[in-house]
Each structure stands twice: as structure tokens, then as C-alpha cells.
């Protein structure tokens, strides 16, 4: 029905910049919010940024002023602009979305992406 597609991980050095990817694909009938998780090895996933309505968006502490999510919603695309990247940052990223299937309360369901590997080093 619904696909989470994400691009656009990779490696960076200490203070580069990523843009990451993430197109809602299939069936949609509205997206209500969608965000950028994250999850480095052996620690839990851990919400990076949300963006909900649109326009409401919120940040984790440890991305606020280096990290921008936005949406272009007549693409069903969600963009996660990182800049001043630090290793810290180093995880895979995983795309998720609210996304109803058409105008029923009971379409509405939560997907998750395949996930694209950041990487920051030297």
C-alpha cells in the first residue's frame, strides 16, 4: 500500500553536511506527520526530528540549530538537512510517517523505512 523510500546517507567528515531523502510512495490520502529517527549500534532508536501539520516541528536537544526537517507535500517528501555534523551523528537513519489511506479513521497507520546509513568521520 504505502512505502517509505530514503537516499541520500553516506560518509562525511567532522563538520560536512548530508541531506537525507524520504518519499511516501502508494495509496496516500494524507500524511498527518512524519519524522527522522535514528539508531547508532548498540543503543535504542531515538527520535531526531518530527514534523507535524506541516509546519509544527520539533527537535532533540542534541540536533537543534544544526539539523532541518522539512516537507514538500505535493511530493510526499520529507527532507533531514545536517549540517556541522559531528561522529556522534553516526547511525542509521530511518524515515517514519502517519499516513492515512483514505478518509476513514481506520486507515490510518504508522510506516517505518528500509533505514540509510550516516556515517561521520575522518
Known amino acids: 500500500q504505502v512505502q517509505l523510500v530514503e537516499s541520500g546517507g553516506g560518509l562525511v567528515q567532522p563538520g560536512g553536511s548530508l541531506t537525507l531523502t524520504c518519499e511516501a510512495i502508494g495509496s496516500i490520502f494524507r500524511i498527518i506527520a512524519m519524522a527522522w529517527f535514528r539508531q547508532a549500534p548498540g543503543k535504542q532508536r531515538e527520535l531526531v526530528a518530527r514534523?507535524?501539520?506541516?509546519?509544527?516541528?520539533n527537535y532533540d536537544d542534541s540536533v537543534k540549530g544544526r539539523f532541518t526537517i522539512s516537507t514538500d507535500n505535493a511530493k510526499n517528501t520529507m527532507y533531514l538537512q545536517m549540517n556541522s555534523l559531528k561522529p556522534e551523528d553516526t547511525a542509521v537513519y530511518y524515515c517514519n510517517a502517519h499516513i492515512y489511506t483514505d478518509s476513514t479513521w481506520s486507515s490510518g497507520n504508522e510506516y517505518w523505512g528500509q533505514g540509510t546509513q550516516v556515517t561521520v568521520s575522518s
Open positions: 514534523i507535524t501539520g506541516g509546519s509544527s516541528r
